[in-house]
C-alpha cells in the first residue's frame, strides 16, 4: 500500500492559495493508495514572506506541498528537506478537495516555474 502525505497551501481554508507565502495554513491529507485519508489542517502564524524555515518547519512529514506559485528560495528550502513543491498556477482559487483530486488522478497540471509574488522577481 502507497502512503503520500501531501499538504495545499491555502489562504482561506476552501481553496489552494496562489502563493505558498501567502498561505495561512496547510491542510495535510493521508493519502494511500490513491484513496485520501486522515485530514489535519496546520495553520501559520503572522510570519513574513521569506521565512522559509518557517513552511520546513509546518511542512514536516509530508512529501509534496500543493501551491498556486513559490519562490526559488522557499522551493529550494523544501525540496532540501525532501518536500517536493508541485506548482500549479491554474490551481489557485480552485477548492482544495479538487485539487487534491487532479494530483491524485495525475490531472494536476504542475509548472516549474518560481516566481515569488511578494517582491515582484
Request: aromatic fraction near 2%; charge should be negative; include cysteine.
Amino acid at each position: 500500500m502507497e502512503s503520500t502525505r501531501i499538504a495545499i497551501a491555502t489562504a482561506d481554508g476552501v481553496s489552494v492559495c496562489d502563493h505558498l507565502a501567502r498561505s495561512a495554513a496547510f491542510v495535510v491529507v493521508e493519502v494511500n493508495s490513491g484513496v485520501p485519508g486522515a485530514r489535519a489542517t496546520r495553520a501559520r502564524g503572522t510570519e513574513a514572506c521569506g521565512n522559509h524555515a518557517t513552511f520546513v518547519e509546518m511542512l514536516a512529514g509530508c512529501d509534496a506541498v500543493i501551491c498556486g506559485g513559490i519562490g526559488q528560495g522557499a522551493a529550494v528550502s523544501l525540496a532540501a528537506h525532501g518536500i517536493r513543491p508541485l506548482v500549479s498556477p491554474a490551481a489557485a482559487g480552485t477548492p482544495i478537495d479538487d485539487a487534491l483530486q487532479a494530483w491524485i488522478a495525475g490531472r494536476l497540471a504542475t509548472s516549474d516555474e518560481r516566481v515569488c509574488l511578494c517582491h515582484g522577481d
